[in-house]
């Protein structure tokens, strides 16, 4: 079990924002972030300490070596990793990933190569809670939990200078747009992903949010007004799968969007880095608080690492999977005594159980037979109050493994008829002067379907119980060959 490794970088002030002659809210130390923030007129100082933290004077090259560096050296071991860039736009999200083709991405690639001789990439973006192909013409792409993006189309590279092409095409068809923090804005989430040695190498550069301006709102056209809300509901379901991980909880809703689902295995088994990226201005600094608060969240999850050793992915070391097979095999020896024991600690109650089916199934069979005789009202009132304690006496489930313990419906459904009838016919001799009702050998009882019904009406008998009776009947008729417990 590892966490995930947090990382924070702090940009230069934007000419912007030395124009406006906002003030420096953030300052940075080994491994602190301190943000100066003002509550009810009084400033004061908040900390976030992570494990690393970048200042402004920082370079891609420092950057790739303690973030980057470690994920290629897990996809190299077999694990599956993922680096993603999280922060309000305009903070250099994008330039952390890509930058002048200097950035993680290039590097990562570069890292590779010096490796291994080729490898696998495709690269998508999630734009409006659609997923399209940077590589292709193809949109509205389906994500499956086994095999990721489906119908992305998937490159097959052996230099640098082939996945810079790559990079470059994805970065030319990528949604972007102009927002108040940034000219050229990202407007969609982007996954670059590496497939090699059986590995998934995920670098995900993530659109910033922003917050909503209400004064502006009458502005913003339906496209913009679209773009921040998937952007903002994407991340917020990032944030609830980071919540959830973090306090253990036995459901994560990792489907709640198409970021979460893709960036699953990221969570679920392998390696991943956050990049907080943050701006030192006063004017960014609730955002600035918010990716902090984020970034330490995501600092106290635990994922379940699965990194493979090379020895034994590559097939030479047959002493440590031999220690393997035996361990396996020790565990499925433990699990079966486990079984057993549980299985006679429950033996006596299960033999209980089923002698007292097996009384109530040839109970069942003696009232079939006993109506068959019954020849007079009194002895079918006394089987009916029979009839009753045994309904009482029948579970809702009888065991399974009894042979027998089954009542065909057809055979329910007589008895039901036969109860209705002697029901009907002691109402009768109750209230009227009417003729009992013949046994249910005669010839009028041997009517079918509305007959039956019609009759016992004519004799008072409850119209719900006729009404069920009327039902179970042609449910019978219908399934004639199934059977209930």
Not at 108 to 115: K, N, P
Not at 265 to 271: E, I, L, M, P, V
Request: glycine share 6%; charged share 25%; proline share 3%.
């Amino acid at each position: 079990m590892g966490s995930i490794d947090v990382y924070a970088r702090v940009r230069p002030l934007l000419q912007r924002e030395l124009h406006e002659e906002a003030p420096r809210v953030v300052q940075t130390t080994d491994g602190v972030v301190a943000v100066q923030v003002e509550t009810d007129g009084t400033l004061r100082e908040r900390r976030f300490r992570f494990g690393r933290v970048f200042g402004e004077a920082t370079t891609q090259a420092q950057v790739f070596t303690a973030c980057a560096l470690p994920l290629v050296d897990a996809v190299m071991n077999g694990a599956s990793a993922c680096c993603l860039s999280y922060g309000q736009t305009g903070t250099g999200k994008t330039h952390t990933m890509l930058g002048a083709m200097d950035g993680l991405i290039p590097r990562c690639m570069g890292a590779l190569f010096e490796r291994v001789d080729g490898a696998r990439v495709s690269y998508v973006e999630i734009h409006n809670e659609r997923v399209a192909d940077l590589l292709s013409d193809r949109t509205s792409l389906d994500i499956r939990d086994d095999c990721g993006v489906v119908g992305a189309e998937v490159v097959d590279v052996s230099s640098l200078d082939e996945v810079l092409d790559v990079l470059r095409l994805g970065a030319e068809r990528r949604a972007i747009a102009s927002t108040d923090l940034n000219e050229r804005s990202s407007r969609s989430h982007t996954i670059f992903s590496v497939e090699v040695n059986g590995a998934t190498l995920r670098l995900a550069d993530l659109a910033g949010s922003e917050k909503w301006r209400t004064e502006e709102l009458r502005d913003y056209s339906k496209h913009r007004i679209k773009e921040l809300t998937s952007i903002n509901q994407s991340l917020s379901a990032l944030a609830n799968v980071v919540s959830a991980l973090k306090d253990g909880r036995p459901h994560v809703p990792y489907r709640a969007s198409k970021l979460t689902r893709l960036l699953r295995d990221a969570f679920c088994g392998g390696r991943c880095a956050f990049v907080a990226t943050l701006s030192p201005s006063s004017l960014c600094a609730d955002e600035t608080i918010s990716t902090l608060h984020f970034a330490r969240r995501a600092m106290r999850v635990r994922t379940f690492a699965c990194e493979v050793a090379p020895e034994i992915t590559s097939g030479n070391n047959p002493r440590r999977v031999r220690e393997l097979e035996a361990a396996l095999q020790s565990a499925r020896a433990e699990i079966a005594r486990l079984r057993r024991g549980s299985a006679a600690a429950d033996a006596s109650k299960d033999a209980s159980e089923v002698a007292d089916a097996k009384v109530l199934c040839e109970r069942r069979r003696v009232l079939v037979d006993e109506w068959d005789t019954a020849a007079d009202a009194e002895t079918r009132e006394a089987w009916l109050h029979d009839y009753h304690a045994w309904l009482r006496a029948l579970p809702p489930l009888l065991p399974e493994d009894l042979a027998g313990a089954s009542v065909e419906l057809r055979e329910r459904v007589r008895l039901m008829e036969a109860a209705v009838l002697v029901q009907a016919e002691v109402l009768a001799a109750r209230t009227t002067a009417t003729k009992p009702l013949a046994a249910a050998n005669s010839p009028r009882w041997r009517t079918t379907g509305s007959a039956k019904a019609d009759l016992l009406r004519s004799v008072g008998a409850d119209p719900g119980a006729v009404d069920e009776l009327a039902a179970a009947a042609a449910r019978a008729r219908a399934r004639a060959n199934y059977e209930i417990m």
